[in-house]
């Protein structure tokens, strides 16, 4: 059975930080692409992160750059997104996403974890 499970989610007031996990099960964790998104409220979900199977490629919104770091721990078969100096703006629900194509399209989502930034 396949499972993502995002954890780590809270309340922070701005400027604050949060770490992010995402632990994987039922597949083989190290041959896939992660990548965390994020919806806030009436918004569509958009791309916030993106690391390569092997962790040796990594790439950001711009609205994140310098301030949002994504990891992985391929024995541990988990994906981090480190966040600093979070802003109330960066509020939403964020989900982890499991990605690989290879004869097919290979794709898993977390239920995701809440993130408030607010004073």
């Known amino acids: 059975q396949v499972q993502l499970v995002e954890s780590g989610g809270g309340l922070v007031q701005p400027g604050g930080s949060l770490r992010l996990s995402c632990a994987a099960s039922?597949?083989?964790?190290?041959?896939?692409?992660m990548t965390w998104y994020r919806q806030a409220p009436g918004k569509e979900r958009e791309f916030v992160a993106g690391?390569?199977?092997?962790?040796?490629?990594?790439n950001y919104v711009d609205s994140v750059k310098g301030r949002f770091t994504i990891s992985r721990d391929n024995a541990k078969s988990t994906v981090y997104l480190q966040m600093n100096s979070l802003k109330p703006e960066d509020t939403a629900v964020y989900y982890c996403n499991a990605r690989k194509i290879i004869s097919r399209l290979y794709e898993y989502w977390g239920q995701g974890t809440q993130v408030t930034v607010s004073s």
């Open positions: 690391i390569s199977s092997a962790g040796g490629s990594r």
């Open positions: 039922g597949f083989t964790f190290s041959t896939y692409a």
